[in-house]
């Protein structure tokens, strides 16, 4: 049977205050969906709300749980293929 991880309302909160300050856009929706599911509802109502399918928030909440808010505010960027550049 699957892990089934709660969000307590006080976290829900935080992450409702980091949100405020988040300039990163994916970083704002991740942080928002882990928030939805800490204010009750379920992963289907959430994707609706968010755009993300079931599955994808069930691994933020897991990925919250397991990590923390920097596992989801982290932009996973990196840097691009440069060798054809020229100097100028």
Do not use: W
Request: hydrophobic residues 30%; aromatic residues 6%.
């Amino acid at each position: 049977m699957p892990k089934t991880y709660q969000i307590t309302e006080t976290e829900s909160n935080l992450l409702r205050e980091i949100m405020k300050n988040c300039k990163i856009v994916t970083a704002y929706r991740r942080l928002e969906a882990v928030a939805l599911r800490g204010e009750g509802k379920n992963n289907d109502e959430i994707g609706q709300l968010t755009g993300f399918h079931p599955d994808s928030v069930s691994k933020l909440v897991s990925r919250f749980c397991n990590y923390g808010i920097t596992a989801l505010v982290k932009d996973g960027r990196r840097g691009g293929n440069n060798k054809n550049l020229t100097i100028e």
